[in-house]
């Protein structure tokens, strides 16, 4: 037999007991956006060629164009369009640049941990490493905004075998680092559940512009087609469709005047969706039934 995560069960999504969220919609959309900060000169960072040796400037500054610019464009947006978002936030931002931080969480918008830095990842840290790791993106946010996060993106994605007991420890009720499913899923740890919020793995602004090249319009294209698909479907069953957003991608001008058709074609259908973030959709989970939502 295989190993096992031992993290859930499987569970057919056309098998399983029916439930709305808010207000009776059937389809819940959360837009989580990344706000990031590297070290200069060491550790990791997405490039948009072939990686430079070190201090790579080139590749620095490009990121930085996000806190500088591209995620003021995407506050701009956000506040036209009346847009809630989830802002993913590396800790050492309230440092370098807490400003960009208060503009979002002074809007109403929540802010989900997203570990201390992109230059570094959990998968590579010993497990006392990544239990400060925690701690101190846990400590920095609940210093700044008054409350801990209840919600964990790790950077790039990457988990240990330890990290589910350590942030269901350090009081996390949900993380978005498991791309399993549409629905939301209860996953099991030695501390009880934490509750998986889905977030784009495939559809993601990064893997699609930079690693995949697609071209802004047929990303933006392809978001728009997952939206009417899944609208459609969620007359059969309740799903979540993730929107992510890197402030350094979208924040782009070119990309954002695509993106901009994608949030226009979503508010024709306002009425008919949940627009809203992955805290409130962890808090309806939660207040539903034993039983109606897979996992442990």
Known sequence: ?????????????????????????????????????????????????????????????????????????????????????????????????????????????????????????????????????????????????????????????SQTNDSLELLKAAGYRYMMDWPLDDQPVWMRTRHGPILSVPYAHDLNDSFECIIRRTPSQDFCNNLIDQFDEMLAESERRPLVMPIVLHSFILGQPYRLRQFRRVIEHIMNHRDRIWLTRPGAICSHIEQLPAGIVPGG
């Open 1 to 157: 037999m295989l190993k096992s995560h031992g993290r859930y069960s499987y569970s057919a999504i056309n098998r399983r007991p029916d439930y709305c969220w808010k207000n009776g919609q059937r389809l819940a959309v959360h837009l989580s956006l990344n706000l990031e900060h590297f070290a200069f000169g060491e550790g990791m960072g997405n490039d948009y060629a072939s990686p430079h040796p070190a201090p790579n400037h080139r590749s620095f500054a490009w990121r930085d164009y996000g806190n500088r610019v591209g995620a003021w464009r995407l506050l701009e947006l956000a506040e036209a369009y009346d847009l809630p978002y989830a802002v993913l936030v590396n800790t050492e931002l309230y440092d370098y640049c807490p400003q960009l931080i208060q503009a979002f969480s002074g809007r109403g918008d929540e802010i989900v941990a997203h570990g201390r830095t992109n230059a570094e990842r959990q998968a590579d840290m010993a497990i006392d490493e990544e239990r400060r790791c925690i701690e101190e993106a846990t400590t920095a946010i609940a210093r700044h905004e008054g409350q801990p996060p209840q919600g964990w993106l790790a950077p790039y994605i």
